[in-house]
């Protein structure tokens, strides 16, 4: 079965850098999430699309946007990188708002 | 406040050793209640969602409980490839977001 593909997998950035993570769900999904997880955390939720519009917020720092696009394929820039933002970058989709499956991320190391 | 709260954080068992995990949760309007697995530097692995108090979900090995507080995750005869970390996460009626515990790390010996 299609799963959730993110891209790159994996990404070094410098200090002060800009990043653009990119994630297409799983065919006939129309809701996406971000969510970060720091080494030994949780996940933890950014931000979700549903429909190509923003659905619910967490705590994404304002250096970060996101947009879902037509084909429903999500884009999550980063800008002003700081070390602090080294992390697993997760992204999930769902069917409406069902359960939602989990891409196999993009690890993100900030030097 | 709204929080989910997983034990033990880890669990060593021989395998074989039935045991059960704990989440326990204190939301303001529960839409559903999640468990995920998770293998190191991997993304989430559904595998359960319940609903209401008095639901029961099974998979191989894997029984998922629900009650109006907590739920439980029984692990029956376990094998050693059920090693992971057990995430549990709670949505809720005011958004679409899963709101995760910290996870059990279960090490199953052969």
């Known amino acids: 079965a299609a799963g959730v593909i993110q891209s790159p997998r994996h990404l070094i950035k410098e200090k002060r850098e800009t990043a653009t993570l990119k994630c297409y769900p799983i065919?006939?999904?129309?809701?996406v999430y971000w969510y970060q997880q720091g080494p030994g955390q949780d996940p933890q939720f950014l931000i979700s699309?549903?429909?190509?519009?923003?659905?619910d917020k967490g705590s994404i720092p304002d250096r970060f946007s996101a947009q879902q696009f037509s084909d429903y394929h999500s884009e999550l820039n980063m800008s002003s990188l700081e070390l602090g933002d080294s992390a697993l970058y997760f992204c999930?989709?769902?069917?409406?708002?069902?359960?939602?499956?989990f891409g196999p991320g993009t690890r993100l190391t900030v030097t | 406040e709204d929080q989910v709260t997983q034990s033990p954080e880890a669990l060593r068992l021989q395998e074989g050793e039935s045991s059960s995990l704990n989440c326990s949760y204190t939301v303001s309007g529960l839409r559903g209640l999640f468990w995920y697995r998770q293998d190191p530097g991997k993304g989430p692995e559904f595998l359960f969602t319940l609903y209401s108090a008095g639901e029961e979900k099974e998979k191989e090995r894997l029984k998922a409980t629900l009650t109006k507080k907590e739920s439980f995750l029984h692990i029956t005869a376990p094998k050693p490839e059920d090693s992971a970390t057990y995430l549990c996460?709670?949505?809720?009626?005011?958004?679409?977001?899963?709101?995760f515990g910290k996870g059990t790390s279960l090490l199953v010996t052969p």
């Open positions: 699309f549903y429909e190509k519009m923003q659905s």
């Open positions: 996460a709670a949505r809720l009626e005011s958004g679409y977001a899963l709101n």
């Open positions: 065919p006939r999904h129309d809701t």
């Open positions: 999930a989709s769902s069917q409406k708002q069902h359960e939602q499956y």
